[in-house]
């Protein structure tokens, strides 16, 4: 209840959750694709809340951490970890099975025709590749559930949001993987969406819009549009970018994973194969992770990478 009082997204979640606006999802809800592991997920008429199973093992890293993942978000008002609104159990007695359900906020927050491009972000490079192929399509991008670290160097090189934004970014999020790592927590991402707004609730606009690679290498957009036109301000969780008509959302998202004795064999045995102990694998200790993470948001978020040009046949030039 405190943590839904602090979130002004999470006061509309009986709305968000109303019956009727819900009913179809509902009835197609067993057919939606869950996550990496297969959880259930279901997403709110709205976009607005997501409904995901959790394992028990998470559930009990939930119930650990919740007085200070309290503190931290009344410490941090401006927090970027998604927050968790409520948790559930559901108990069958025939067959007797147990369900632990969490209630959350959607980073997305719109419908997936608005997403250009969705990242899972964990500042490794070791297996963090999506794109295999030389050439892509824009359209082709967009259809790929998760893009990862080498496949944001390629394609985007870093978020392009205003200087106030991004140094606040920076901070903000270096306090929240501290605080996750002083719960022993590791493994988590930041879920970064490129995402196009128009026409989102605006009814008569319509968009046509291409992408292009550039002389510096980056995507860009060119954009026409007809209707009225939709004006957002910029927040720590969505915001405008500076190279294209596009908007960026992002949260940090799966950091109820312990590093527990599991975890530490999977380090040892992934550095003894790869015959490095230095291999940049993306499970690390916590506190290593914390740093990891931090320097690689203030790379993407602040640098000017100066990485080698896209070809231009990297990406045909269609219509999304």
């Known amino acids: 209840e405190r943590i839904i009082q602090l979130d002004e997204n999470g006061r509309g979640i009986s709305t968000s959750l109303d019956l009727k606006d819900n009913f179809n999802r509902i009835l197609k809800s067993g057919i939606n694709g869950?996550?990496?592991?297969?959880?259930?997920?279901?997403?709110?008429?709205?976009?607005?809340?997501?409904?995901?199973?959790?394992?028990?093992?998470?559930?009990?890293?939930?119930?650990r951490i919740l007085p200070a993942y309290l503190e931290h978000f009344k410490a941090n008002p401006d927090s970027v970890i998604a927050k968790i609104y409520g948790v559930f159990?559901?108990?069958?007695?025939?067959?007797?099975?147990?369900?632990?359900?969490?209630?959350?906020?959607?980073?997305?927050?719109?419908?997936?025709?608005?997403?250009?491009?969705?990242?899972?972000?964990k500042g490794s490079t070791v297996g963090r590749r999506a794109v295999k192929q030389k050439e892509v399509s824009a359209y082709e991008l967009q259809l790929m559930s998760n893009l990862k670290d080498l496949d944001f160097e390629r394609f985007e090189q870093r978020v392009h949001a205003s200087p106030e934004i991004s140094r606040r970014l920076i901070e903000v999020m270096k306090k929240d993987a501290d605080f996750l790592a002083s719960q022993n927590l590791i493994d988590y991402s930041l879920a970064l969406y490129?995402?196009?707004?128009?026409?989102?609730?605006?009814?008569?606009?319509?968009?046509?819009?291409?992408?292009?690679?550039?002389?510096?290498?980056?995507?860009?957009?060119?954009?026409?549009?007809?209707?009225?036109?939709i004006e957002y301000v910029d927040t720590l969780t969505s915001m405008k970018s500076t190279h294209e008509d596009l908007y960026y959302h992002l949260g940090i998202i799966d950091y109820l994973i312990p590093f527990n004795c599991r975890k530490k064999l999977e380090v040892f045995t992934r550095k003894l194969l790869?015959?490095?102990?230095?291999?940049?694998?993306?499970?690390?200790?916590?506190?290593?992770?914390?740093?990891?993470f931090g320097k690689f948001m203030e790379k993407i978020f602040t640098a000017d990478v100066s990485l080698s040009r896209v070809s231009a046949d990297t990406l045909s030039n269609k219509h999304l």
Do not use: W
């Open 34 to 63: 869950g996550g990496r592991s297969g959880e259930f997920f279901f997403f709110s008429s709205d976009n607005k809340i997501i409904i995901k199973t959790i394992s028990t093992a998470e559930l009990n890293v939930l119930l």
């Open 89 to 121: 159990t559901f108990e069958a007695r025939s067959p007797n099975e147990k369900y632990h359900l969490i209630l959350m906020k959607n980073i997305n927050g719109l419908p997936s025709i608005h997403v250009k491009r969705k990242y899972d972000l």
């Open 194 to 229: 490129v995402v196009d707004k128009g026409g989102y609730k605006g009814g008569s606009i319509s968009l046509t819009q291409s992408l292009l690679v550039t002389d510096d290498g980056l995507l860009n957009s060119s954009t026409s549009s007809k209707g009225s036109v």
């Open 274 to 292: 790869a015959c490095n102990p230095k291999h940049n694998i993306s499970v690390q200790r916590p506190a290593f992770y914390a740093e990891r």
